[in-house]
């Protein structure tokens, strides 16, 4: 399957055909105060990850745990940050596996403890489960982007529409982007109002990845759909034709989201 970005709960919205690859949780950004060069690898890692090239993400990750000086909290990074990348690469197997040795590298029960096992329950299909530990997790940390990340993601529906609460996910999302307003945390933002139908706020968000992000179609494609929702049908069109000259594959979806919205 090839990653992107069109949001889930988004997107089975508006056409009811799409799935995507979910994010977890943001990259973990934390200190590393491991050797010099572990502190490097793991931040192109992190630049390889920001920029989509994930199988060089995974390369930096690896090379840097191998470095012998790094502290339990240096491992429990670079090992989250691995899981990460896996997921993003569609290996649940290998992304499970990481999570769990992250884990393990801190104390049981903390904060870091308990994020990366609610992570193994997410992909292993045990949302209610993950959704206790991050309950318990967000009282310990409540200003962490991880966990607020994860919260408004399952409140979105992402992990199982019987979590969906738009109102709940926005007090979650709108917090992970005033901690890191990057453009992952700024599209699942953007997503949250067109939940909340509050459009011209979606419309302001998805212009600005899209404008930052031009390559990445699923960016372009929502933008038409926000404008057919604010009735601005050809500004619509306009970007429904930049993404069938790049990818001809959207034109069911583009077709069923305007039957549905005529």
């Known amino acids: 399957m090839k990653y992107n970005f069109i949001p889930a709960r988004f997107s089975v919205t508006v056409t009811g055909l799409i799935t995507t690859l979910l994010?977890?949780?943001?990259?973990?950004c934390g200190p590393l105060p491991g050797k010099d060069d572990a502190i490097k690898q793991n931040q192109k890692g992190i630049d390889y990850m920001n920029a989509g090239k994930y199988e060089l993400a995974l390369q930096e990750f690896t090379e840097a745990i191998r470095n012998p000086n790094l502290t339990n909290i240096s491992k429990g990074t670079i090992y989250r940050n691995m899981a990460l990348t896996y997921h993003e690469l569609n290996n649940n197997d290998s992304s499970v596996?990481?999570?769990?040795?992250?884990a393990k590298t801190y104390r049981k029960n903390s904060y870091d403890y308990i994020l990366n096992m609610a992570s193994?329950?997410?992909l292993t299909g045990k949302t209610n489960i993950a959704l206790a530990k991050l309950t318990k997790a967000v009282t310990l940390n409540p200003d962490d982007l991880s966990v607020n990340n994860t919260l408004g993601l399952i409140y979105l529906g992402d992990y199982g529409e019987q979590f969906a609460?738009?109102?709940k996910a926005f007090l979650y999302n709108k917090k992970a982007f005033d901690i890191s307003g990057g453009r992952i945390?700024?599209?699942i933002l953007g997503r949250n109002y067109y939940e909340l139908?509050?459009?011209?706020?979606?419309?302001?968000h998805?212009?600005?990845?899209h404008n930052q992000y031009p390559a990445v179609l699923?960016?372009?494609?929502?933008?038409g759909m926000i404008k057919y929702k604010l009735n601005k049908k050809p500004e619509g069109d306009a970007f429904f034709k930049k993404v069938l000259a790049q990818d001809s594959s959207y034109k069911e979806t583009i077709e069923t989201f305007k039957i549905n919205n005529r």
């Open 23 to 28: 994010i977890l949780t943001l990259i973990s």
């Open 197 to 204: 139908k509050h459009y011209e706020l979606a419309e302001m």
């Open 120 to 122: 193994v329950d997410m």
């Open 206 to 209: 998805y212009e600005n990845v």
């Open 218 to 223: 699923t960016y372009t494609l929502n933008l």
């Open 185 to 187: 945390t700024e599209d």
């Open 97 to 102: 596996h990481y999570y769990t040795i992250a």
């Open 165 to 167: 609460d738009a109102e």
